[in-house]
């Protein structure tokens, strides 16, 4: 398997574009109004909050079918079902949506495979079904989530063991030296 190698700047783009095709917009109010809750839950292995745990199932399938586990954890080890169930806590303006594009996916996977739900499909069935919803509003919504819920801090109820800082290769700490990053090294050579 190939490793790919993602600058900071490219996944900061690639992120925002995630955000801009999702019917939600993480506000710091609602992040923080839901992360305690989130984190409690992952903890524990808690029972879901909003999503019902056939839901929960097939949001998880999606979420490791975006960041899966290969050589690096993916996002069912970073928790990010958690953050998902929380962040679409009591929005029914996007869980309405998001409900109807899980029953469209599920129509999808009965049609195409015969299978009742998604998260009982095969990777490469599951890969086939979400590359036929990618461009549109429900994949776009939960890809946002599962980066969010992946990437965020762990305080936010996903990235548990902050498996996805590792992923990318964040270190969390207190405080930076110089040069701080790949642009300030370069300034600084360029004045010697």
Same mark, same amino acid.
């Given at each position: 398997? +190939? %490793? $790919?190698?993602?600058?900071?700047r490219a996944?900061?783009a690639?992120?925002? #574009?995630a &955000?801009?095709?999702s019917l939600?917009v993480l506000?710091i109010?609602?992040?923080?109004s839901?992360?305690?809750?989130?984190r409690?839950?992952?903890?524990?292995?808690?029972?879901?909050?909003t999503?019902?745990?056939?839901?929960a199932?097939?949001f998880?399938?999606?979420?490791?079918?975006i960041?899966p586990t290969?050589?690096?954890?993916?996002?069912?080890e970073?928790g990010?079902?958690?953050?998902?169930?929380y962040?679409?806590?009591?929005r +029914? %303006? $996007?869980l309405t949506?998001?409900?109807?594009?899980l029953?469209?996916?599920? #129509?999808? &996977?009965?049609?195409?495979y015969?299978?009742a739900t998604?998260?009982?499909?095969?990777?490469?069935?599951q890969?086939?079904l979400?590359t036929?919803v990618?461009?549109?509003?429900f994949f776009?919504?939960i890809r946002f989530?599962?980066?969010?819920?992946?990437?965020?801090l762990?305080?936010?109820?996903?990235?548990?063991?902050?498996?996805?800082?590792?992923?990318i290769?964040?270190e969390?700490?207190h405080?930076w030296t110089?040069?701080?990053?790949?642009?300030?090294?370069?300034?600084?050579a360029?004045?010697?």
């Amino acid at each position: 398997m +190939n %490793e $790919i190698t993602l600058s900071r700047r490219a996944f900061l783009a690639r992120t925002s #574009a995630a &955000a801009r095709n999702s019917l939600i917009v993480l506000s710091i109010p609602m992040i923080i109004s839901g992360s305690q809750q989130a984190r409690a839950a992952q903890a524990l292995d808690a029972q879901f909050s909003t999503l019902t745990a056939q839901e929960a199932a097939e949001f998880a399938a999606i979420a490791a079918r975006i960041i899966p586990t290969d050589v690096s954890p993916g996002a069912t080890e970073a928790g990010a079902i958690y953050f998902i169930d929380y962040a679409l806590g009591e929005r +029914n %303006e $996007i869980l309405t949506p998001i409900r109807e594009g899980l029953a469209e996916l599920q #129509a999808m &996977a009965q049609s195409t495979y015969g299978a009742a739900t998604f998260h009982s499909l095969s990777e490469d069935q599951q890969d086939n079904l979400l590359t036929q919803v990618e461009d549109g509003l429900f994949f776009g919504t939960i890809r946002f989530l599962t980066i969010a819920g992946t990437f965020s801090l762990p305080e936010y109820g996903g990235n548990r063991d902050q498996v996805g800082w590792k992923m990318i290769g964040f270190e969390n700490r207190h405080m930076w030296t110089p040069p701080y990053g790949f642009y300030d090294a370069d300034y600084a050579a360029k004045g010697e």
